[in-house]
């Protein structure tokens, strides 16, 4: 009994490793982009240039809100930037 509930705790345990790796895969290929109105607004995690640059392309992003506040010399703010201008 006790070798078969350890087998199945050890299985339940292998599922959810699993499962997290398949989910942060997701995740990470896809940048968190998200539609939250088709058309009018969307949201992601911090995404890098050639994340910026295909979703501005598909989507016809014209305007882009950044929450976490502006950054002036910081790596990731300046390629934000300088993507959403171009």
Same mark, same amino acid.
């Given at each position: ?10 299985? #339940?345990l292998?599922? +959810?490793? #699993? #499962?997290? %790796?398949?989910? !942060?895969?997701? %995740? =990470?290929?896809? @940048?968190?982009?998200?539609?939250? $109105?088709? @058309? ?6 911090? %995404? /890098? =240039? /050639? !994340?910026?640059?295909?979703y ?5 992003i014209?305007? +882009?809100?950044n929450?976490? @506040? $502006?950054?002036? @010399?910081?790596d990731?703010? !300046? !390629? =934000?930037?300088?993507t959403? %201008?171009?």
């Amino acid at each position: 009994m006790r070798k078969r509930f350890l087998k199945v705790l050890i299985a #339940l345990l292998c599922c +959810v490793a #699993l #499962l997290t %790796l398949v989910v !942060e895969s997701y %995740l =990470e290929e896809q @940048g968190n982009f998200h539609v939250i $109105s088709p @058309g009018v607004a969307y949201r992601s995690a911090q %995404l /890098d =240039e /050639d !994340e910026w640059e295909h979703y501005i392309k598909k989507f016809h992003i014209r305007s +882009v809100i950044n929450l976490r @506040g $502006s950054a002036p @010399g910081k790596d990731w703010y !300046e !390629e =934000e930037v300088s993507t959403c %201008l171009d």
